[in-house]
């Protein structure tokens, strides 16, 4: 399976054949076929070393698939489902995992994301825990898709601007992908 792969070294990402297909080794598991992954600058700046990583895992962690193999006790989803990943694991053993279980899984203190401190979505197949996957409706676009995961980052950061008035000025620095999508969102709130 070809996957790329973050050398942290020089500074590039690597195009390598990985010896296998990922295989269920718990019954939580699930095997995704990825149909498309996102360039995120998160995956950028932590090739730079601005932002630590992990070097020689699999990159990605805004990825859309189709599950392929799932493990026994998986109930909620099946093979043949789109799923998106939901990029950033917990521990669900700290306080703030038990504090914030329903809303935030970045609150918990031992949180990681795919693609940075372990294996993302960056290959043919990955394996990633059920808990971390969620199901797309039917006909939902697998290319609008892929940008799940950013807008709902923008999104939680446009939340945080509720105490500006409605038709507030405000400067966005950037017109890469996050600075459009903040404008957009900004835009259609007024």
């Not at 939340?159 to 900004?186: C, D, F, T, Y």
């Amino acid at each position: 399976m070809k996957a790329l792969i973050a050398d942290h070294v020089n500074k590039k990402l690597s195009l390598e054949e990985r010896d296998q297909i990922p295989s269920i080794d718990e019954q939580d598991d699930v095997i995704v076929r990825i149909v498309c992954a996102g360039v995120c600058g998160t995956d950028i700046s932590t090739l730079h070393g601005k932002y630590p990583g992990k070097h020689g895992i699999i990159n990605g962690h805004e990825a859309i698939g189709d599950v392929i193999k799932i493990g026994g006790d998986v109930t909620t989803l099946q093979a043949g489902d789109r799923v998106v990943l939901q990029p950033n694991s917990f521990c669900e053993d700290c306080d703030d995992c038990d504090k914030y279980k329903s809303i935030n899984s970045t609150h918990c203190q031992n949180w990681s994301t795919f693609g940075i401190h372990s294996d993302g979505a960056m290959a043919e197949y990955a394996k990633f825990k059920a808990k971390y996957l969620r199901k797309l409706p039917d006909g939902f676009r697998s290319m609008n898709a892929v940008l799940l995961e950013p807008i709902a980052c923008v999104y939680h950061g446009v939340n945080k601007l509720q105490s500006l008035p409605r038709g507030h000025e405000v400067l966005i620095m950037g017109a890469g992908m996050a600075g459009l999508l903040w404008i957009r969102i900004l835009s259609h709130k007024g």
